[in-house]
């Protein structure tokens, strides 16, 4: 059974390609600790069936999914997405610590 894990924010890096920008997604745990993993760590969880990921926007749930570019890239957008992963890119910068 896969371990669900609401998203809250990201850090981006430096990328150019909005496929590429989202740099590492956060959140919060159950316990209120926070929690970061890279973008390659949370689509590795998400295709081996380890993780699901959300976000929640007025009170209403999004489930996270691997999409491919057309270059045959993945990252991470919500189904409810187009090709960009802009309901993410929204989501304030993580805390550094």
């Not at 996270?64 to 304030?92: H, Q, T």
Request: charged residues 30%.
């Amino acid at each position: 059974m896969a371990y669900k894990r609401q998203i809250t924010c990201i850090n981006q890096g430096n990328r150019q390609d909005i496929h590429e920008r989202i740099s590492l997604i956060g959140g919060l745990d159950e316990n209120g600790s926070r929690w970061k993993m890279t973008r390659q760590e949370a689509i590795h969880g998400i295709e081996a069936g380890e993780y699901e990921f959300f976000i929640k926007k007025k009170g209403i749930t999004y489930e996270v999914v691997v999409a491919v570019s057309r270059f045959d890239y993945k990252y991470l957008k919500l189904i409810s997405d187009g090709d960009e992963p802009n309901s993410l890119l929204n989501l304030p910068e993580c805390p550094q610590h």
